[in-house]
């Protein structure tokens, strides 16, 4: 008989976890507290709009495919991506744009408009981040880091490749442009790091999205949640919904089982938590039984920034704005607003923007003659002083004015359908550890061993993935966590 396998939460790294196992023959079964499936990638629908609740930008598409195969299917007949060009729309505080793709000599003209000194510095910069690519995507992100060992092998490349320094700090190396510089040293954000703290092993992010492209899932985030339940179900495996886990039960040192909040237990011969890692240890997992990641260590760790995201939909259609698909809008602070955010956990006057648009690719995410969009502003997590219960009205006034005093004109009497969330969104919704949006925070001293190891230490049969856990946050780290728990569960 096989073994049966328990998973808590039905994010990314759940779901690809569970498909994974039940192709190697697992009986497996999700408990997802929520009344859909998905974690931070959750759906909200509302007046005919469809919103993706997390994440849009889909890199390494070939990850999704993998799982797929394994299973004796194509993803192409589950869902379908398309490629984005450009990649990203980036606005400088005067709205001055810079699109960014793939393509080299594209990229090479769009520096050349700012300043074409930095043409060189941009090749060399790129033909560095093939290496950093190499050792840290290529061959380290889906290999557990369970020992010092593991971290004193790879300790020469991480010197070689200068992963001391952080993102900014390296790319400022090549890039001489103050708005260039910004340009190209944003993407740690994406995984919920500090371009001025993270380390520049993250400066692949770059590189991996020129390998394979920036995509978007035909029908939204929430198709491949749905392509991935229909897959798990085909495979045999169980979700339950509003299900939430309330203890890892726990016998002789081993994970034995769960129970629900509703007092209900459920006995599995392995755990996989793909909740948040710092809630599941101090919430699900008793004192006494995990000396390693106590209470004290846990609040010792540094956490991710959170964020503050309105969903809204219009009656008109802005297709002649100048507008694409992913947008990013920089503010005249950079640095500043990031060290207000990330050390001084105050909420600025000012911000910087990602302005999703999906309706520009996907019009059927909106009703006809209509337009979907959301906005995300990295603010502090909860250990800032800030009542968001007051301060939530006011600061979406003030994105919304922005905007439409410069991108979306008469935005605020076009609204038909509008909905946001705020850091306690992600504590009290999503259970993650002072409301932070990814978790641990991606520094170098809280990065492959020095991360929460994908199998627990004081606990056998306990396993993580997902962002908090090795190798970390956004979809490609999350896809390779469930890599990692498939080959020690297996082995």
């Known amino acids: ?55 849009t930008v889909i890199t390494a598409p070939f990850l999704f495919d993998e799982i797929f195969d394994k299973a004796g299917r194509k993803r192409e007949n589950y869902i379908s991506f398309t490629p984005c060009d450009p990649f990203y729309r980036i606005f400088n505080a005067d709205g001055d744009k810079f699109d960014y793709n793939g393509n080299h000599e594209f990229v090479l003209s769009e520096i050349e408009r700012w300043n074409p000194n930095d043409k060189q510095g941009y090749t060399d910069f790129i033909k560095s981040t093939k290496a950093i690519f190499q050792k840290g995507f290529v061959e380290l992100a889906d290999q557990p880091f369970l020992s010092l060992w593991d971290m004193i092998k790879v300790i020469p490349d991480l010197i070689r490749l200068q992963s001391h320094r952080s993102v900014y700090n390296y790319i400022s190396k090549f890039i001489e442009n103050d708005f260039l510089r910004r340009v190209f040293s944003f993407h740690p954000l994406l995984v919920g790091g500090n371009p001025f703290d993270t380390t520049s092993i993250y400066a692949m992010i770059h590189y991996l999205e020129r390998e394979w492209g920036v995509h978007y899932a035909m029908g939204g985030t929430g198709a491949i949640i749905e392509a991935f339940t229909q897959l798990i179900e085909e495979q045999g495996g169980k979700i339950h919904l509003e299900a939430e886990v309330d203890k890892i039960l726990i016998q002789n040192g081993k994970a034995s089982g769960v129970r629900l909040k509703n007092g209900a237990r459920y006995r599995a011969d392995k755990i996989v938590s793909n909740a948040d890692v710092a809630f599941t240890y101090r919430h699900m997992i008793p004192k006494e039984e995990r000396p390693t990641y106590s209470n004290r260590k846990l609040d010792r760790m540094r956490y991710s920034m959170s964020l503050f995201v309105i969903y809204f939909g219009t009656k008109k259609r802005y297709l002649d704005s100048k507008l694409e698909h992913h947008n990013i809008i920089l503010g005249e602070r950079y640095e500043e607003l990031l060290q207000d955010i990330f050390h001084n956990k105050e909420l600025a006057e000012d911000f910087s923007l990602y302005l999703h648009m999906p309706t520009k690719t996907d019009p059927s995410l909106a009703p006809e003659g209509c337009e979907s969009f959301y906005v995300l502003s990295p603010v502090p997590h909860l250990d800032g002083d800030i009542d968001w219960n007051t301060q939530a009205p006011l600061y979406r006034d003030a994105i919304m004015n922005f905007l439409e005093e410069n991108y979306l004109p008469d935005l605020q009497e076009n609204i038909v359908v509008e909905h946001h969330i705020d850091p306690l969104h992600f504590q009290n919704t999503l259970n993650s550890y002072k409301g932070s949006a990814f978790s641990i925070e991606p520094i170098l001293t809280q990065s492959a061993w020095f991360r929460p190891h994908n199998k627990a230490e004081d606990i056998d049969n306990l396993f993580f993935v997902g962002a908090g856990t090795h190798p970390g946050a956004g979809i490609p780290g999350v896809l390779s966590s469930a890599k990692i728990a498939e080959k020690l569960i297996c082995s």
Do not use: Q, W
């Open 1 to 55: 008989m096989s073994e049966h396998i328990i998973i808590i939460g039905s994010g990314f790294g759940g779901l690809a976890t569970a498909s994974r196992l039940l192709s190697e023959g697992y009986s497996v079964e999700i408990f997802e507290k929520r009344d859909k499936a998905g974690g931070r990638a959750y759906v909200y629908e509302k007046n005919g709009f469809t919103f993706d609740g997390g994440p």
